[in-house]
């Protein structure tokens, strides 16, 4: 259910069924001759609604009971006035947006599947706020004259991502967040490479190892770089909704790269992350389908290109003047006018000189 109103709905058509039921087995007549009849025909739909009102009230109880949460309750979660959403929003805006489009990327693809959409997308609005500890080393969020990275080695730099996983956990432990969205937040990064500072490592390492070869540094100078120390912690998506949200977040980030988006390359831009979150084993402990994987990669061209769709370039209209302007350029037309009627009758012929010599 999208709406409480369904619920009270179901009711009447619960209500309704056992009314026609009661017909059919013969415990009541059609034909209602009197109140008692009657009473008793209407009976099962009252009941119906009140069960429905009282399934309502007793809702929260019976989702903490049962550990079940119900799309009402998603939509609930989904309210960004949450203080979480409100302090990413101040704190860091960049990764606030970024959850926002994750959110609807993660939805669309959800629903293209079946799987809950409501789920993820509050669960994508809340995956990234690990971020609120330390959000200007996050590219999003980042200077573009200030980079904090650059007085870090790319060890460092690395261990400052992945620990933003475990820094939204303890933050949505504090906070009382469902476990669905903790569970997303440990995630959707699986036990992916942190592929840049891993590639930058490997360039530092070669450069030290060239000053060694030349004799201006030591062995021991050289560091080891393995790609278990550049790899998040996982686990890796174990049901399909934390493997959606996964995908539409690096598809989102990588997205921001397109200098000129079109479909060609957004669909090759989708196909090559799906391609190699896969070849990573990323996928390979949730129950999505390469049918669904399909679905989900068209749905994600799809939401990009409405997205990131380019717009003509519209000619400047041109301004009207205001009454100010138009008295005063109607003052100055008036002062030059002036001027020069008045240079032009004060101009006096010169008289020609006479050589008397001659």
Known sequence: ?????????????????????????????????????????LSPLLSGILTAMLAGALLPALESLFQMTTTISWLEL?????????????????TYHHS?????????????????ASMCRVCAYFHDIGKLTKPEYFIEN????????????????????????????DIAIKHGLNSRIIDVIEQHHGNSLVYFF???????????????????????????VTEDGFRYPGPRPQFKEAAIISLADA?????????????????????????????DHQLDECDLTLAELGDIKASFVKTLMSMLHSRIHYPKAPREETPSEVARKHAKEARESKDSEGSSGSTKPQPTKVNHAA
């Open 1 to 41: 259910m999208r709406r409480r109103s369904r619920l009270l709905t179901s009711g009447l058509y619960i209500g309704a069924a056992a009314s026609i039921f009661m017909v059919l087995f013969s415990q009541t007549s059609v034909a209602l001759n009197s109140d008692h009849q009657a009473l008793l025909f």
């Open 78 to 94: 989904g309210d960004l006035n949450h203080p979480l959403m409100k302090r990413l929003s101040i704190e860091a805006p960049g």
């Open 100 to 116: 926002l489009v994750v959110a609807n990327l993660a939805e669309a693809a959800a629903e293209s599947i079946a799987a809950n």
């Open 142 to 169: 980042m200077d573009p004259d200030d980079n904090p990275h650059d007085d870090l080695t790319a060890r460092m730099s690395a261990l400052v991502l992945i620990a933003h996983v475990k820094d939204g956990v």
């Open 198 to 224: 891993y590639r930058r490592a490997l360039d530092q390492k070669k450069e030290i190892l060239r000053l060694v070869e030349e004799d201006k540094a030591r062995e021991d100078d050289v560091p080891e």
């Open 251 to 279: 598809v989102e980030s990588a997205s921001r790269t397109l200098a000129k988006p079109s479909l060609t390359r957004v669909e090759q831009l989708v196909e090559e992350i799906v391609r190699n979150r896969i070849l």
